[in-house]
């Protein structure tokens, strides 16, 4: 038996499109896709889990209602920029 897996595509594929283009364009981003990839995450994988970030950095911006900061927003993965 299959459990059923049921998501919005649209905002999935939006995600994956942001996480993909963090990735190329934010260092922040960058490291924690390399850890996970080193981590032995698959590629899509990996760019969830940059997604998942996201959203919650998007969360904690509009929340306060405080412009993003790159350090501010990546400040907590120092360990594996490094």
Same mark, same amino acid.
């Given at each position: 038996?299959?459990?059923?897996?049921?998501?919005?595509?649209r905002?999935?594929?939006?995600?994956?499109?942001?996480?993909?283009? %963090?990735? @190329?364009?934010?260092?922040?981003?960058?490291?924690? #896709?390399?850890?996970?990839?080193a981590?032995?995450? @698959?590629?899509?994988?990996?760019?969830?889990? &940059?997604?998942?970030?996201? &959203?919650?950095?998007?969360h904690?911006?509009?929340?306060?209602?405080t412009? #993003?900061?790159?350090?501010?927003?990546?400040?907590?993965?120092?360990?594996?920029? %490094?």
């Amino acid at each position: 038996m299959r459990a059923r897996h049921i998501r919005n595509r649209r905002l999935a594929d939006a995600l994956h499109r942001w996480a993909f283009n %963090a990735i @190329t364009r934010s260092p922040g981003a960058r490291a924690l #896709y390399d850890h996970r990839r080193a981590a032995g995450d @698959t590629h899509s994988g990996a760019l969830r889990v &940059v997604a998942n970030r996201l &959203v919650a950095i998007l969360h904690g911006c509009l929340r306060p209602r405080t412009p #993003y900061d790159e350090a501010t927003a990546w400040a907590h993965r120092t360990d594996i920029a %490094a």
